[in-house]
């Protein structure tokens, strides 16, 4: 038979002995054993967190919601009509809005609408100039006019005897990023435009300019 030496068995703080079958000790180096779960509970917690996670995001959106439309309703009331233009200059390549690709989202599930490259953050360089250069005016009220040019990057590539921007971005959806973007900071909607002359040209830097005043047309 082979020879055992005497077995020592493990103690606690205060010198009593710990059985084998003890699963966790007290004090500091406390050890636990991974919590084991079966797929459909697994599955169950993975969806209870997931339908409190979306419960949140709803939250938010409704708080956005109704602090959105207190600040147009308090616009709203200060509004006037303009008596004299606004000119606005935009620096950047201008972005087009195009039709939206709705598509599920791969962490929620949910389906969400995808934005051309780019358009978010042009949308948001219009605001701000916009909020520039409204400042210490009333947002404008009643009919409007809409002038804008786009200036462009002309390609190196693009033959000499091209003097026009005749290809894509389309002009309408290079306007409808910036009807849009205006809306809320300059006027109230964009139906209030009642009139419109645009155009797209070459020029460097490229760059947008915006002129909005009433519409004194017929």
Same mark, same amino acid.
């Given at each position: 038979?082979?020879?055992?030496?005497?077995?020592? /068995?493990?103690?606690?703080?205060? $010198?009593?002995? *710990? !059985?084998?079958?003890?699963?966790? &000790? +007290?004090?500091? =180096?406390?050890? =636990?054993?991974?919590?084991?779960? !079966?797929?459909?509970?697994?599955?169950?917690?993975?969806?209870?967190?997931?339908? &409190?996670?979306?419960?949140?995001?709803? =939250?938010? =959106?409704? /708080?956005?919601?109704?602090?959105?439309?207190?600040?147009?309703?308090?616009?709203?009331?200060?509004?006037? +009509?303009?008596?004299?233009?606004? &000119? @606005?200059? &935009?620096?950047?390549?201008?972005?087009? #809005? $195009?039709s939206l690709d709705v598509l599920p989202s791969a962490s929620t599930g949910r389906m969400v609408a995808k934005h051309p490259p780019g358009l978010l953050r042009w949308r948001a360089r219009v605001r701000q100039a916009a909020a520039h250069a409204m400042r210490g005016r009333a947002i404008f009220a009643?009919?409007?006019?809409?002038?804008? @040019?786009?200036?462009?990057?002309?390609?190196? !590539?693009?033959?000499?005897?091209?003097?026009?921007?005749?290809?894509?971005?389309?002009?309408?959806?290079?306007?409808?990023?910036?009807?849009?973007?205006?809306?809320? *900071?300059?006027?109230? #909607?964009?139906? /209030? *435009?009642?009139?419109?002359? /645009?155009?797209?040209?070459?020029?460097?830097?490229?760059?947008?300019?915006?002129?909005? $005043?009433?519409?004194? !047309?017929?």
């Open positions: 038979m082979p020879r055992t030496g005497p077995t020592t /068995q493990p103690r606690g703080r205060n $010198g009593s002995t *710990i !059985s084998a079958s003890t699963t966790r &000790v +007290a004090g500091p =180096r406390a050890v =636990r054993r991974p919590l084991r779960l !079966s797929a459909r509970a697994a599955m169950r917690l993975s969806w209870r967190g997931l339908e &409190v996670r979306t419960q949140a995001i709803e =939250r938010g =959106r409704e /708080q956005r919601r109704s602090l959105r439309a207190r600040v147009r309703e308090a616009r709203r009331r200060r509004a006037i +009509a303009p008596t004299e233009d606004l &000119v @606005i200059v &935009v620096l950047g390549d201008p972005k087009p #809005q $195009g009643g009919p409007l006019e809409l002038r804008v @040019i786009f200036w462009l990057a002309r390609p190196k !590539s693009l033959p000499r005897r091209i003097t026009h921007p005749e290809r894509k971005p389309d002009l309408d959806k290079l306007l409808r990023a910036i009807g849009d973007a205006l809306e809320g *900071i300059v006027y109230l #909607q964009d139906a /209030q *435009i009642t009139s419109e002359r /645009q155009k797209k040209r070459f020029s460097t830097p490229p760059r947008c300019e915006i002129r909005i $005043g009433p519409d004194r !047309s017929d």
